[in-house]
């Protein structure tokens, strides 16, 4: 019995059950978190299916979220997972994040504060520091660059309107658009936030520079200042 268990493959199952099989057939979108990390796995360990080994591994981490910061050395915890597994795994998460980020690229137009969040959700939702970037705008509200100004602490970043006007000026931006997140999950601007942002309009406004907008990114939604009347 423990010599059939150990045996035991997905090419075993049925093919309308295996994994790449319903994949090609049906599409990715019909597969579960845990058979998708299977097909990544590629192969089971010590009597276990890639998708049981997924499966543990979703146990553990809750969710591709909590894979995406998991580190080796806690990963490798789950039975079947070495260096080549676990490289596989961030390769792929890590594409995820890069297929969201090439929704806005140079020369993009920005038309309200979702286009800029569909981007930099993925990226910035889970950062355990604050990240404070501006995104630069020609005079078509197109993107010339984005620039990361600051990576502050889990409770504040320190942004000054000297190092944002620097870039502005180099770039020749005729707007920008503010945008950083926060680690605790909450986007609602601390007093903080809210004179950091005056501050920077204030020096916008003398080189008749136009802020679009500051977002704030938090775990589930974000904040803007421009829907919200202040800006």
Not at 16 to 28: A, F, N, Q
Not at 64 to 82: D, H, P, T
Not at 94 to 123: F, H, N
């Amino acid at each position: 019995m423990s010599e059939e268990k150990k045996n035991y493959t997905i090419k075993d199952w049925p093919q309308y059950e295996r994994p790449r099989e319903r994949l090609l057939h049906h599409g990715p979108e019909f597969l579960t978190d845990a058979e998708l990390l299977a097909i990544i796995i590629t192969k089971g360990h010590s009597g276990k299916t890639s998708v049981e080994v997924a499966r543990s591994l979703l146990t553990k981490f809750g969710t591709l979220r909590g894979l995406m910061s998991a580190s080796y050395s806690e990963m490798k915890q789950v039975n079947g997972i070495g260096k080549a597994k676990y490289a596989q795994i961030k390769a792929a998460l890590e594409m995820g994040v890069r297929l969201a980020q090439e929704k806005i690229l140079p020369g993009k137009k920005i038309a309200k504060a979702q286009d800029v969040v569909d981007y930099y959700y993925t990226e910035m939702k889970d950062k355990k520091k604050e990240l404070f970037h501006i995104i630069l705008l020609d005079i078509r509200y197109q993107i010339i660059r984005d620039v990361l100004i600051s990576m502050g602490s889990l409770s504040e970043t320190t942004v000054h309107p000297r190092e944002v006007m620097k870039e502005v000026i180099k770039e020749s931006a005729a707007a920008v658009i503010f945008l950083h997140n926060h680690p605790s999950g909450d986007p609602q601007p601390s007093e903080q936030d809210r004179e950091l942002t005056k501050r920077l309009c204030e020096s916008c406004s003398l080189l008749g520079i136009k802020v679009l907008d500051h977002i704030i990114i938090g775990e589930e939604c974000f904040y803007s200042f421009a829907q919200m009347g202040q800006i």
